[in-house]
């Protein structure tokens, strides 16, 4: 699986670096390093509501306040 969250000047703006390291955080919690990969991008087109996130082409908006939620919710479902 392949998780990507957009870097662009925007979304560094609204939480993206935080959300990054969320990531990376619940990826080694639930020990996934093997099945998840993280990548950034810059400017995913997708500005007007959170921060860009795709999960193997499929777009979401996060803040940093709903990845945790998000993991949980999109992505674990998903393995």
């Known amino acids: 699986m392949k998780i990507t969250i957009c ?3 925007s979304c560094h703006l609204k939480g993206s ?8 955080q619940l990826v080694a919690e ?3 390093g ?6 950034g991008q810059f400017c995913m087109g997708n500005c007007q509501n959170g921060v ?7 777009a979401f908006s996060l803040t940093p306040e709903t990845t945790r939620e ?3 919710k999109d992505v674990l479902a998903r393995l």
């Open 7 to 9: 870097i662009g000047s």
């Open 17 to 24: 670096r935080q959300i990054v390291e969320q990531l990376q």
């Open 30 to 32: 639930n020990n996934l």
């Open 34 to 39: 093997d099945r998840i990969e993280l990548a």
């Open 52 to 58: 860009c996130v795709t999960v193997d082409g499929d």
């Open 70 to 72: 998000f993991f949980e």
